[in-house]
């Protein structure tokens, strides 16, 4: 069979001119009502609570929290890194995660502070937040101030009632309101971040002075999606803030068989006793949240909620 050119030519300008026209339908930010109309999927934010905790079959398990976030536009930011077991960095690598905008530090203790010396070493970071308290007897803390200072990163320290720009989001930083040099958790950087109807309440290791004070200041807690504070302890997780966040889920990251047990049966049934539906890295694994502002998804990479 034989084709004239004139029609080769024809049909390879409408694929070219059909491809354009697709590629512009998808990115082009006229695209909202095709969105809404539910023709394109929604942009989503995607926040991730990674299993940095679990070692391997026959080892018990660590504590740690490392929470990466990707923003519908791109951006990238890690919460924290786990303990220095290579854990959050092996993560991003296999995610395909090669810039970091955002790095914030809750604060400086080694199940936070470790899985970050690796990443500063490895991923390009723009920006270091912390709550400006530093801890020099703990070896794994002066390292990872070491690969701060090599990376030449910017750093800033945050307090409450400050924001920190997340690409067209913002965290609304709720605590320290000042560093208590008698706690490290209680200082922890406890923060909001809400896309549209949908929030998420980060709250380190902060402990239950802490959290009274921002019951009772008002602050505005209410969030979808809670990290619960401190693996699960029990000096973290009073009913009354419970009560104020007032969760649609709750996720805390603790390693199956860790020496302090985490989490704590109080802390779990004051949550069941509020009916809310509770994630856990020892259970669940790496859990992903994704929500386009309105609605959320939550997957977990094993098992159901408790
Ligand atoms: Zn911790």
Redesign the pocket.
């Known amino acids: 069979m034989k084709y004239s050119l004139g029609l080769i030519i024809l049909i390879a300008v409408t694929l070219i001119i059909m491809t354009a026209v697709g590629l512009a339908l998808i990115s082009g930010p006229w695209t909202q009502p095709l969105r809404s109309a539910g023709i394109l999927p929604s942009p989503q934010l995607e926040v991730t609570y990674i299993d940095v905790g679990y070692l391997g079959p026959d080892q018990p398990g660590v ?3 490392s929470i990466l976030l990707k923003s519908s536009e791109g951006k990238v930011a890690l919460i924290d890194g786990g303990y220095p077991n290579g854990l959050a960095l092996a993560y991003l690598k296999a995610h395909n995660i090669t810039h970091i905008d955002l790095m914030i530090l809750t604060h400086p ?1 080694d ?2 502070d470790g899985g970050l010396i690796d990443v500063l070493k490895t991923i390009p970071v723009d920006l270091l937040v912390t709550n400006g308290q530093t801890l020099n007897d703990s070896s794994i803390y002066v390292d990872f101030e070491k690969a701060v200072e090599d990376s030449g990163i910017q750093t800033r320290i945050v307090k409450s009632r400050e924001k920190i720009a997340f690409g067209s989001l913002s965290f609304q930083v709720l605590s320290p309101r000042k560093i208590d040099p008698d706690t490290v ?1 209680g200082n922890s950087i406890v923060m909001r971040l809400a896309d549209g109807k949908v929030s998420f309440l980060f709250t ?2 902060t402990q239950l002075l802490e959290e009274t004070r921002l019951v009772n200041s008002g602050a505005p807690l209410q969030s979808t999606i809670l990290k619960i504070a ?2 699960g302890a029990d000096t973290s997780s009073s009913p009354d803030f419970l009560m104020a966040v007032a969760p649609s889920v709750a996720i805390y990251s603790a390693g199956t068989g860790n020496m302090y047990e985490f989490p704590h049966a109080i802390t779990l049934k004051n949550l069941h006793d509020l009916g809310v539906p509770v994630y856990g890295t020892d259970l669940n694994g790496t859990i992903a949240v994704h929500t386009d502002g309105k609605t959320f998804e939550v997957i977990p990479e094993r098992g159901k909620s408790l």
């Open positions: 504590i740690g929290d203790h199940d936070h958790n380190g290791d401190h693996h």
